[in-house]
């Protein structure tokens, strides 16, 4: 049973580009979520989601970022008009219907805006 | 809110020495805790886990006892090796009704283990 899987593993943007980025949950979850680490500093949650429904996204930024899960594919965080305070590792995890306060995280996103 | 507060580090220890890092919370409900680790350039892996009071989660060594009296979930092993070195975060989930929610996590602790 493969784990979380993130794509790509980094990424390097310009300040005002987009970012996206990917993350597949484990087989038979049906939970993402999204975590922000910042250098130095513990993991934020960012947003929480189940098959094309956004629950919490109460850690997201109000502007400029946007996260979906459609029902096939992929979970997408996006991040418009990037800044370099964006910069951070993103991480994605997934948890099962039947143990949802048990989250499995995937190896992150590793964004640098220049 | 709900916050996880862990010991400051690095901490730095010689091999096969005993280890303890603090973990204490605050939260509104009755969550679950958990301890994650990080290996350089990787994800996070979960350690161990604990649901309710008095749970003793443990794995690979590790062992943390939830502590609601103290709110603490203190994370402790008998003798560390040189490949546990890595960042130890404590984190909460305060879903007590069943439901999802996300993780509450501390700022992580650095671990060095010198051979």
């Known amino acids: 049973n493969a784990g979380v899987m993130q794509n790509p593993r980094h990424l390097v943007r310009r300040r005002g580009q987009e970012a996206r980025l990917r993350c597949s949950p484990m087989?038979?979850?049906?939970?993402v979520y999204w975590y922000r680490q910042l250098p130095e500093e513990g993991l934020k949650f960012m947003v929480y989601?189940?098959?094309?429904?956004?629950?919490?996204e109460s850690g997201m930024p109000k502007e400029r970022f946007s996260a979906e899960f459609p029902k096939e594919g992929p979970s997408i965080l996006r991040i418009q008009q990037v800044v370099r305070g964006d910069s951070a590792a993103y991480f994605c995890?997934?948890?099962?219907?039947?143990?949802?306060?048990?989250?499995?995280f995937g190896p992150g996103t590793r964004l640098t805006v220049l | 809110g709900d916050s996880v507060t862990q010991m400051e580090g690095p901490v730095t220890l010689s091999e096969e020495a005993f280890l303890t890092i603090n973990c204490t919370y605050t939260?509104?409900?009755?969550?679950?805790l958990f301890w994650y680790v990080q290996y350089p350039g990787e994800g996070l892996q979960l350690l161990l886990k604990?649901?309710?009071?008095?749970d003793k989660g443990s794995n690979k060594g590790f062992e943390a006892t939830y502590r609601k009296e103290t709110t603490s979930f203190h994370l402790e092993k008998g003798s560390v090796q040189v490949s546990d070195s890595a960042v130890y975060f404590c984190?909460?989930?305060?879903?007590?009704?069943?439901?999802?929610?996300?993780?509450?996590f501390g700022k992580g602790t650095h671990l060095i283990i010198q051979p």
């Open positions: 989601l189940q098959k094309e429904n956004i629950i919490d």
């Open positions: 995890a997934s948890s099962p219907p039947s143990v949802v306060d048990t989250q499995y």
């Open positions: 939260a509104t409900g009755y969550p679950s």
């Open positions: 604990a649901t309710k009071a008095d």
């Open positions: 984190a909460l989930s305060d879903s007590g009704g069943g439901g999802a929610d996300g993780l509450t």
């Open positions: 087989k038979g979850h049906s939970h």
